[in-house]
T-cell receptor
Framework: GEDVEQSLFLSVREGDSSVINCTYTDSSSTYLYWYKQEPGAGLQLLTYIFSNMDMKQDQRLTVLLNKKDKHLSLRIADTQTGDSAIYFC??????????????FGIGTKLQVIP | DGGITQSPKYLFRKEGQNVTLSCEQNLNHDAMYWYRQDPGQGLRLIYYSQIVNDFQKGDIAEGYSVSREKKESFPLTVTSAQKNPTAFYLCASATGLDTEAFFGQGTRLTVV
């Protein structure tokens, strides 16, 4: 079955780069996502990558995908205090019924130290 | 503005009572989902619906029920059969074949 794993906690200093890592088990994943959740709020999609891509860059965010190792990472450049949140890695699979089932990791809490 | 709305934001329920969480979207999405979030466990799928009048159980459907009478609405009922209902509930929608799921702001349910 699908399983997505990520570390629970990451602490970085303001201005440094943050790298959040994730591993997944299902090689037939179609899309891989990074979501951000601020306290008491829903999830906000930060970025996603197609499974046939290796890298995607969007402003301060860089996503790297290693399909061989089933490893996904999110790099946040010049991390700011406003980046403090929980970051969820997720994979989606398309089922025969035409829907996408999204499986989430446990979430990595990023703490940015001023 | 288009989006997905959950209400209420906070909900308290007495043990043994059923309670219904609302989820409405005006994004014209076919697919809608309900997830439950517990501390240290990430998100788990409760129910999903691909089209109107059709829905399927997710990974933890026991003690929950849903309906999908309208495309825009996918209410979740937490029944008294749910053993540990206190949690944060997130609703999401997607086109079904699109690349991203849009999430509501969540409802925090507390059973007292």
């Amino acid at each position: 079955g699908e399983d997505v794993e990520q570390s629970l906690f990451l602490s970085v200093r303001e201005g440094d780069s943050s790298v959040i890592n994730c591993t997944y088990t299902d090689s037939s994943s179609t899309y891989l996502y990074w979501y951000k959740q601020e306290p008491g709020a829903g999830l906000q999609l930060l970025t996603y990558i197609f499974s046939n891509m290796d890298m995607k860059q969007d402003q301060r965010l860089t996503v790297l995908l290693n399909k061989k190792d089933k490893h996904l990472s999110l790099r946040i450049a010049d991390t700011q205090t406003g980046d403090s949140a929980i970051y969820f890695c997720a994979e989606s699979l398309f089922h025969s019924g035409g829907y996408q089932k999204v499986t989430f990791g446990i979430g990595t809490k990023l703490q940015v130290i001023p | 503005d288009g989006g997905i709305t959950q209400s209420p934001k906070y909900l308290f329920r007495k043990e043994g009572q059923n309670v219904t969480l609302s989820c409405e979207q005006n994004l014209n999405h076919d697919a809608m989902y309900w997830y439950r979030q517990d501390p240290g466990q990430g998100l788990r799928l409760i129910y999903y619906s691909q089209i109107v009048n059709d829905f399927q159980k997710g990974d933890i459907a026991e003690g929950y029920s849903v309906s999908r009478e309208k495309k825009e609405s996918f209410p979740l009922t937490v029944t008294s059969a749910q053993k540990n209902p206190t949690a944060f509930y997130l609703c999401a929608s997607a086109t079904g074949l699109d690349t991203e799921a849009f999430f509501g702001q969540g409802t925090r349910l507390t059973v007292v």
